[in-house]
Antibody, heavy 118, light 110 residues
Framework: EVQLVQSGAEVKKPGESLRISCKGS????????ISWVRQMPGKGLEWMGR????????NYSPSFQGHVTISADKSISTAYLQWSSLKASDTAMYYC???????????WGQGTLVTVSS | QSVLTQPPSASGTPGQRVTISCSGS????????VNWYQQLPGTAPKLLIY???QRPSGVPDRFSGSKSGTSASLAISGLQSEDEADYYC???????????FGGGTKLTVL
């Protein structure tokens, strides 16, 4: 069974750094992109960017470029989403999902809730 | 403001047929395939329809998708209470080079 398991919920202060993870299993990790999607409280889905785990090539949405970093370690089948300086507006649920070249997201991880508050 | 436009809400009674629209432009729906996602309350989104009208294994045939020009639609027939969820359309946008989502439609089963 193809599965993505994300790291647990985080509570951070503004200005702190954070890295959340997404571990794939049940498939060849380097065969599909990994996309990250943000869902702010009570709001819709926003695509943040994606990574090709085979060569770590990334493609960011302009809305998130420069504020987050997407990376992957294919040796442990894990993708990451990282912030160097969190803001209160980063409070959201973050999902990872495997993606094919046409952008079909399936399956999705269970989500990681990030809360940023002083 | 989402790139793809969906009605914020839809509703129907059990057994009815409801449709949810998704409007885009030539750079997204007009030139790429549309996918639909279902998000049940408190859960992660799930792929419902891909490549405009294909159902993944396990998705009931009550769910169907279509596309014409720069618009797409999701139809749900034989509405059931467990269909109450948020539904999102998505497509790749060639001009922005990003995956774009609709704002989501909250479906209520009355």
């Amino acid at each position: 069974e193809v599965q993505l398991v994300q790291s647990g919920a985080e509570v951070k202060k503004p200005g702190e750094s954070l890295r959340i993870s997404c571990k794939g299993s049940g498939y060849s990790f380097t065969s599909y992109w990994i996309s990250w999607v943000r869902q702010m409280p009570g709001k819709g889905l926003e695509w943040m960017g994606r990574i090709d785990p085979s060569d770590s090539y990334t493609n960011y949405s302009p809305s998130f470029q420069g504020h987050v970093t997407i990376s992957a370690d294919k040796s442990i089948s894990t993708a990451y989403l990282q912030w160097s300086s969190l803001k209160a507006s980063d409070t959201a649920m973050y999902y990872c999902a495997t993606a094919d070249s046409s952008g079909v997201l399936d399956p999705w991880g269970q989500g990681t809730l990030v809360t940023v508050s002083s | 403001q989402s790139v793809l436009t969906q009605p914020p809400s839809a509703s129907g009674t059990p057994g009815q047929r409801v449709t949810i629209s998704c409007s885009g432009s030539s750079s997204n729906i007009g030139s790429n395939t549309v996918n639909w996602y279902q998000q049940l309350p408190g859960t992660a989104p799930k792929l419902l329809i891909y490549s405009n009208n294909q159902r993944p294994s396990g998705v009931p045939d009550r769910f169907s998708g279509s596309k014409s020009g720069t618009s797409a639609s999701l139809a749900i027939s034989g509405l059931q209470s467990e269909d109450e969820a948020d539904y999102y359309c998505a497509a790749w946008d060639d001009s922005l080079n990003v995956l774009v989502f609709g704002g989501g439609t909250k479906l209520t089963v009355l």
